[in-house]
């Protein structure tokens, strides 16, 4: 390497340090620790569908609503790949949670919603074996929710 390449790539990393110093700074940028401190870890280890959300919202049973749309296969080939969509038009959506009921880790996904944030959320999850799939979006401080059962041919959680 020339002394050219040495003292660009000396600029750049320079560049990039002062930019991330300024981002955490400013408070932009949360170091991964203060982030990981709100992580509900009860609630994903959990095995048990309905005490892990228990543990996240506070009830397992979230009324049905038709302004939750779910949107994923009837039948999934792979389960180690199932797309799910959920989204929804009401105002004030604080959270989207997936739970696969019979997977061995039933809380899939819980998606915390910033203010002004499009109350859509989109991913792949793996199912271990045929079941429900619970969409629960918390908006205004209340739950909705809409469930689809899924056929898996092949199980893709083991």
Request: charged residues 20%; glycine residues 10%; proline residues 6%.
């Amino acid at each position: 390497m020339n002394v050219d390449m040495k003292r660009r790539l000396f600029l750049k990393q320079s560049l990039a340090a002062g930019a991330m110093g300024m981002l955490v700074g400013s408070g932009m940028l949360m170091p991964k620790t203060t982030l990981a401190s709100d992580w509900p870890e009860a609630a994903f280890k959990n095995k048990d569908a309905s005490a892990a959300m228990k543990a996240l919202l506070g009830t397992d049973q979230p009324p049905p609503s038709a302004e939750v749309k779910l949107t994923a296969p009837e039948i999934a080939e792979n389960g180690a790949v199932v797309p799910i969509k959920v989204e929804t038009a009401m105002a004030g959506v604080e959270t989207i949670t997936i739970v696969a009921v019979k997977n061995p880790l039933p809380l899939v996904a819980n998606f915390k919603m910033g203010e002004g944030a499009l109350p859509y959320a989109s991913t792949r999850i793996k199912m271990g074996t045929t079941g429900d799939v619970l969409a629960i979006v918390k908006a205004g401080g209340k739950l909705h929710s809409a469930k689809q059962e899924i056929k898996v041919t092949i199980g893709g959680c083991g």
